[in-house]
């Protein structure tokens, strides 16, 4: 299950990033261009969107870390602890 979360994670945050800041960058060049103009035609939308699009990459890429993480300890784990059902607690 680990590795069907990851996977969509690497994608989700490749598709939400694919060429996001070349879009952000040319919304913010003609918004400085035409002002109120293009804020009325769509341009404070298409800003949302690009932003909201970039918090949902960065939502996958925590999520494919978080997963990257839980696998990378499952996997180092010594053996017992791998096949613990839950975690041992520490009571020094």
């Known amino acids: 299950m680990t590795f069907v979360v990851m996977g969509v994670g690497f994608f989700g945050f490749g598709l939400a990033t ?8 040319a919304n913010l060049q003609l918004i400085a ?38 696998l990378v300890d499952r996997l180092t784990a010594p053996c017992d602890e791998a096949t613990s059902a839950e975690p041992s607690q520490n009571t020094d």
């Open 18 to 25: 694919l060429n996001v800041i070349a879009v952000l960058l």
């Open 33 to 70: 261009e035409h002002g109120v103009m293009a804020l009325k035609d769509g341009a404070l939308r298409q800003f949302l969107e690009l932003t909201g699009s970039g918090y949902f990459g960065l939502a996958c890429y925590v999520g494919f870390k978080t997963c990257e993480k839980l």
